[in-house]
T-cell receptor, first 118, second 118 residues
């Protein structure tokens, strides 16, 4: 089974509108971390936001928020007031422990391409 | 602060040639990761170093690939001999010392090296 599932290959959003990018994950660990990264056309991977499995409140970073629903194993990214510069690929990722020694491996989803329309 | 620095940004080589990719992690970071990104397979972890020691190299495709981290500020990924199927974007990422499952341990990525093997 895939660890991270992003079911939306592409999304369109009107400038200044909000958009939600979906992410579901699969783990049997109690302690894990969830991340979102942005990859613009220039190619770099930019960290956006982090949610720990024990965090009771949803993470927020400026216009980015993470809608964390632990029971449903979903970690959707919400971008408010979309801007043209938000057009990019967005990757959801999960970190979980790989062994009792604490090594934590991060697995990435296949990404969602967001295009912001003027 | 300088981020993760990778060189070269672009590399074009012919099949059979040796290719060396370089990475300078963020100062003070103890963990270093090499990833490969392709359209077909997405972002894959190749190898993970902690305190300059390789911890997980299960993602290294085959013996043609090797990685070293001679000191805390430098790592190389070498492909010898290179093949057309190695064409991809190779990312280096670093994170702070692993502080346990409840810590963020955010991975910060370099700009990547786009490798084309003809």
């Amino acid at each position: 089974a895939q660890k991270i599932t992003q079911t939306q290959p592409g999304m369109f959003v009107q400038e200044k509108e909000a958009v939600t990018l979906d992410c579901t994950y699969d783990t049997s660990d109690q302690s894990y971390g969830l991340f979102w990264y942005k990859q613009p056309s220039s190619g770099e991977m930019i960290f956006l936001i982090y949610q720990g499995s024990y965090d009771e409140q949803n993470a927020t970073e400026g216009r980015y928020s993470l809608n964390f629903q632990k029971a449903r194993k979903s970690a959707n990214l919400v971008i408010s007031a979309s801007q043209l510069g938000d057009s990019a690929m967005y990757f959801c990722a999960m970190r979980e422990a790989m062994n009792s020694g604490g090594y934590q491996k991060v697995t990435f989803g296949i990404g969602t391409k967001l295009q912001v329309i003027p | 602060d300088a981020g993760v620095i990778q060189s070269p940004r672009h590399e074009v080589t012919e099949m059979g040639q040796e290719v060396t990719l370089r990475c300078k992690p963020i100062s003070g970071h103890n963990s270093l990761f090499w990833y490969r990104q392709t359209m077909m397979r997405g972002l894959e972890l190749l190898i993970y170093f902690n305190n300059n020691v390789p911890i997980d190299d299960s993602g290294m495709p085959e013996d043609r690939f090797s990685a070293k981290m001679p000191n805390a500020s430098f790592s190389t990924l070498k492909i010898q001999p290179s093949e057309p199927r190695d064409s991809a974007v190779y990312f280096c990422a670093s994170s702070e010392r692993d502080r346990g499952l409840r810590a963020k341990n955010i991975q910060y990525f370099g700009a990547g090296t786009r490798l084309s093997v003809l």
